[in-house]
């Protein structure tokens, strides 16, 4: 059965005292059952939310990663040191570090490599443009964003991959994809992995949905077949909306 997921990326919000007082809120919740939850605050408080919730049934992620074991890149964060501070899940790929920290299919598939050698888990992002969907190119950009990002990788690496479908167009912006276009984008990625591979990885991997989730429309977002969750961005800031988020998974 794929993992039904609920990931809040916090981008570059919440300091540390917003991080704490998001997390005090957090634990106070009952989690929905079924639902994996996974936040990924900035580099500066993972060690401390992961600590904080060692105890409790989520996932802290990391929002980025080099490529590189080691070495000077100033500014730079690695899988290793991730993993040193617990981190064992990270996005990759998100459109705000194709667009504009300038992250291509060939680096982003070098940063995939890196993950997995460490054992990570990877939420991989894809997504077009507004462009690509009003020349109907939309298929076709997907397509190449999985082929040049993952289909390198063996069979057996795809247990760690989680793919975050992500229309450019619908993130921050207060626009969502319909569930329909939703459910049809989810349904070709699952078609495209399956020709590439097989059926049985397809089915596997746990497609989530981003692009201003919202309380009011995940619930019927994630009703569909192909939907296995959201990444979810500006309504992750605040536990009440994140928690409204997770619970919209139908009974
Ligand atoms: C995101 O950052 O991945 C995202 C989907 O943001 P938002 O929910 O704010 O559109």
């Not at 919730?53 to 899988?79: I, K, L």
């Not at 989680?162 to 276009?181: F, K, L, R």
């Not at 349904?187 to 495209?192: D, L, V, Y």
């Amino acid at each position: 059965m794929r993992q039904k997921i609920v990931a809040g990326n916090w981008k570059m919000n919440n300091d540390m005292a917003e991080t704490e007082m998001f997390l005090v809120g957090l634990k106070k919740q009952v989690l929905p059952e079924g639902v994996t939850i996974m936040i990924a605050p900035a580099f500066t408080n993972l060690n401390h939310t992961f600590q904080s919730v060692r105890e409790h049934p989520v996932t802290v992620v990391a929002q980025n990663m080099h490529q590189s074991e080691n070495g000077a890149f100033t500014g730079e964060v690695s899988a290793g040191m991730l993993k040193s501070v617990g981190v064992k899940t990270v996005i990759l790929g998100h459109s705000e570090r194709r667009s504009l920290f300038k992250e291509d299919n060939d680096v982003l598939a070098e940063k995939v490599n890196t993950a997995l050698a460490h054992d990570m888990e990877v939420i991989f992002c894809i997504g077009e443009e507004l462009s690509h969907r009003e020349t109907d190119d939309h298929f076709t950009l997907i397509e190449e964003q999985l082929e040049e990002g993952l289909f390198h990788l063996s069979e057996v690496s795809w247990k760690n991959i989680i793919i975050a479908y992500e229309p450019v167009w619908a993130i921050g912006t207060g626009e969502t994809a319909t569930p329909d276009q939703a459910q049809e984008m989810h349904a070709f990625i699952r078609k495209t992995i399956a020709e590439k591979y097989s059926n049985s990885i397809a089915n596997k991997v746990s497609i989530l949905y981003g692009g201003s989730v919202k309380p009011k429309n995940a619930k019927e977002i994630f009703a569909q077949k192909d939907v296995d969750g959201g990444l979810v961005g500006g309504a992750s800031l605040d536990v009440e909306s994140f928690m409204a988020i997770a619970n919209a998974f139908k009974k």
